[in-house]
């Protein structure tokens, strides 16, 4: 995956994440789209986490291609 198709899942998956969100203003969101939306942000993490690594590679000189998709663990937790 390059970067322009990073680029475009990021943006499929905020298109997803705002339309879960704004078909309840004002209403909880069901079990399922909770849990929906909960995996659009991991993933959403996941693309920027990708995106991220690509460049560095590339600003470092080396291959942008060998950055990989790093788990939900590491993305969500890598912070602490």
Do not use: F, K
Not at 18 to 25: E, I, Y
Not at 47 to 70: E, F, I, S
Request: overall charge negative; glycine content about 4%.
């Amino acid at each position: 995956m390059d970067d322009l198709e990073v680029v475009a899942r990021i943006n499929e998956l905020t298109e997803e994440e705002h339309l879960l969100q704004q078909a309840h203003v004002g209403e909880p969101l069901t079990g399922e789209e909770l849990g929906r939306l909960r995996s659009v942000e991991v993933a959403l993490d996941q693309c920027w986490d990708l995106l991220r690594q690509r460049r560095a590679r590339r600003n470092a000189g080396a291959d942008p291609d060998d950055a990989t998709v790093r788990s939900e663990d590491t993305v969500e937790h890598y912070r602490q």
